[in-house]
Structures are given as C-alpha cells and as structure tokens.
C-alpha cells in the first residue's frame, strides 16, 4: 500500500511569510504527528493529530499549528517564518491500534 | 522529560557487525524503535521492541534490551555498504503518544 505522502519536497520562504505543508497518511491511519529536524535541535515532536482533532502538542510557539480533514490527511502551518524555522519537517502516520509509526520523506523548508 | 542519548558515529568494515548503543531516562518508556535516515530522506522504520522483551530478531537485526540499565542496543549482522546511514533511537511516551529521538549514529562501512 502506499506510504505516507508530504508535499511539497522543498520550499524556500522568506523571513515573515507563513507556509502551509501536506501530508497524507497511510490509507486506514487515523493518527498524523509533525516532527522538526534541525541540525541543532534534532528531531522535536510538534503536535499529534486524530480524527480531526489535536490530541498532542510539543513546546513549540504559537506560530506553529496544524489541522487535520475528515480524509485523516493533515496540514502544518507556520506563520510569520524566523530563519530558524529552516528545517526539514516530517510527519508520521500511525495505525489506530499499533506502535508502529511511518514517516514520509519530509518537507525540506529553507527560510530566507 | 525523556532524554535519549546515542554516540554520534561508529565505522565497521563490510562484513563485520556492527552495534549501535541507545540509552535512556524514562522507565516508564514503554516502546523502543529503530530507524533509519539516509542522505536527503525521511525516517524509515528498522524494528521496535515492547519494554516486556528482551530482545527481538528480524533477519540481520538484533534488538537488546536492558531495562534495568536502561539500554538498547541494535545490532546489524554482516554490515554492508548499503547500511551506511544515521540510526536514530526513539522511545514513545505512551500519554502523549508521542516519540523522542536520540541525536542519530551516524554508521559508516568500508569496504
């Protein structure tokens, strides 16, 4: 079947601007979370979303939200971009029942 | 909350074994994973272990656990040059469901 899905693969933004990432999950997954990945910071969860609702959020500021639509397909969006925003976000789609969690091949955002 | 820490990089020679070493803070982690990153790609899922086992084999992969020390080690048996990669640990915080990752062993194979 097919995995999870995020788009765009790359984006350049400049300073201020806000942006909207895609991910798809996994037919059938129910559960979507957004990771960052920075060379400094690692890997960071950012919020957990299921069935259309935020179930989970990390410790990032206000200007990092989310949605999910009834087709269990998520976005992010980050509004008024800082240059530390560049990063490469991945979200994961998880099973209703299970650990398992599958990442897409992420969205590679450079603020400029 | 939850640290994972891992070493930053280990190098074997084509054919050896190669392990790569996590280790933790919460007890009460209930879920343990392996992924692996390479160059420009998202995380793909290796194996993950449940805090009540031990250990866990799949094909050339062994999963250790210790939680009394709490340790997990993956091992990667006749090491080949596609493995080269970053292995990031994680453990899942099971109220939040959410994951925590080690800094990433970045593994590299001669061959």
């Given at each position: 079947k097919a995995g999870v899905t995020q788009t765009p693969r790359y984006l350049i933004k400049t300073r201020g601007q806000q942006v909207t990432l895609s991910c798809s999950p996994i037919s059938g997954h129910r559960s979507v979370s957004w990771y960052q990945q920075t060379p400094g910071q690692g890997l960071q969860f950012l919020f957990e979303y299921f069935s259309e609702t935020q179930r989970n959020k990390g410790n990032f500021p206000g200007r990092f939200s989310g949605?999910?639509?009834?087709?269990?397909?998520?976005?992010?969006?980050?509004?008024?971009?800082?240059?530390?925003?560049?990063a490469l976000y991945l979200c994961a789609s998880r099973p209703d029942i299970g650990t398992e969690a599958f990442f897409g091949q992420g969205t590679r955002l450079t603020v400029v | 909350g939850e640290d994972v820490e891992q070493s930053l990089f280990l190098s074997v020679r084509e054919g050896d074994s190669s392990v790569i070493n996590c280790t933790y803070t919460d007890s009460s982690s209930t879920y343990l994973y392996w992924y692996k990153q390479e160059p420009g790609a998202g995380l793909q899922l290796l194996t993950y272990i449940f805090s009540n086992m031990d250990m866990k084999q799949d094909q050339r992969l062994t999963v250790l656990l210790n939680k009394k020390d709490k340790h997990l080690s993956l091992r990667i048996a006749d090491t080949q040059t596609g493995d080269s990669a970053i292995y990031f640990c994680a453990v899942m915080d099971t109220g939040r469901r959410a994951l925590t990752f080690g800094s990433g062993t970045r593994l590299q194979v001669q061959p």
């Open positions: 949605r999910q639509f009834s087709n269990s397909r998520s976005e992010m969006n980050v509004s008024t971009l800082e240059l530390g925003d560049s | -």
